[in-house]
């Protein structure tokens, strides 16, 4: 199958799943159009505007935190970019992902534009993982911290399960945490891992943070970031309820189900995670906020993290004027793939 035709025929599979999910709430949870509308017409302009311009204000402040921290973990492989070089690259990635699944576009893009500025493929490679595993780390802590907050929103949770959840999230965020900081007195533990494929991947976890070994002030920093921009994504989702609605729900509420929308936006398979933080957030804050303003809080983000903030990527991918402009050539990726190779990946 020609490239062309398999992406094409991907993007169509996603917007048919985002579809499904929109029916699926405007069926089941009374949802209408002329609700919709009426919701909107109900918005005061006088409060809205001036808590939507907190909102983006809020998430900038998560996206520089994010290109600060991809800095540090470029600094820490004795990679040294320019932040205004990153912060481009970082919004042509967004503007990349408005129509990929979860990060790929994102990542792609940082992925590719880094091994252009510095010819290391397999460097720029770790970077990329390890930013992962750290906004894995970071998106648990911060849940770990919220979660008492908030874990009655899931009906399927009683106290005894939730603390059994609380106490897992616990431990996986403790042990994320020692292998980050304290990769070797952890990897004995990994003749634990019980199949071929989660040792692989923990091997490679091991194996990326040892580059970090003399710059663990950076890795702690960019976990710290990495918290921020969560929390601040989080954030923007309860300053948007708020110019909404004047009888927003506990911002403690808000923060937990906009954590876990961020949790299902990563793997879902829609476009841009459109359907789902809308599905999220009308089944968490069913009682408490009505399903029209909850769909209508959920998709206004969209359009501020996609639309506002991120179409002006494209912008900047099109004047965008660099002292690297070769391409990355099949050396390079052929070197990256025969590293992976030799991890047995």
């Not at 790929?104 to 992925?111: I, S, T």
């Not at 911060?142 to 979660?147: A, G, H, T």
């Not at 494929?197 to 970090?212: E, I, N, Q, S």
């Not at 937990?256 to 995670?273: D, Y």
């Amino acid at each position: 199958m020609p490239p062309g035709t398999k992406k094409a025929l991907v993007v169509a599979v996603k917007l048919a799943l985002t579809l499904l999910v929109f029916w699926w709430l405007f069926t089941k949870s009374g949802i209408s159009p002329s609700d919709l509308l009426a919701e909107i017409k109900g918005i005061d302009p006088a409060r809205f505007v001036p808590w939507l311009l907190v909102a983006v204000a809020v998430k900038l402040v998560g996206i520089f935190a994010n290109i600060r921290r991809w800095q540090l973990l470029l600094h820490g492989q004795d990679l040294l970019l320019p932040f205004r070089y990153l912060a481009g690259s970082f919004f042509v990635g967004r503007f990349f992902g408005i129509v990929t699944p979860g990060t790929l576009g994102l990542d792609g893009f940082k992925l590719y534009d880094t091994i252009r500025a510095t010819r290391k493929p397999v460097e720029c490679a770790a970077v990329i993982f390890i930013d992962k595993v750290i906004g894995l780390v970071s998106l648990i802590a911060l849940l770990v911290v919220v979660f008492p907050l908030g874990w009655k929103l899931v009906p399927q949770l009683d106290a005894t399960k939730a603390a059994i959840v609380f106490g897992g999230m616990v431990v996986a965020s403790a042990g994320f945490f020692a292998v980050l900081l304290a990769p070797a007195l952890t990897r004995p533990l990994l003749r634990l891992v019980p199949t071929a494929r989660l040792k692989g991947f923990a091997t490679r976890v091991f194996d990326a943070t040892t580059a970090y070994s003399g710059h663990r002030g950076d890795l702690i920093q960019a976990v710290g970031l990495a918290v921020v921009g969560h929390f601040t994504t989080a954030l923007m989702y309860w300053g948007i309820l708020m110019g909404i609605s004047a009888g927003a729900p506990d911002v403690g509420l808000v923060l937990f189900s906009a954590l876990l929308m961020t949790s299902a936006t990563l793997v879902g398979p829609t476009v841009g995670g459109e359907g789902i933080r809308e599905f999220v957030f009308v089944k968490l804050l069913a009682g408490m906020v009505p399903p029209t303003r909850a769909f209508l809080f959920g998709h206004i983000g969209f359009w501020i993290e996609k639309g506002l903030l991120g179409v002006p990527g494209g912008i900047i991918y099109a004047l965008r004027k660099e002292a690297w402009s070769g391409p990355v050539t099949r050396a390079d990726l052929d070197k990256l793939q025969a590293e992976l190779a030799s991890d047995g990946t």
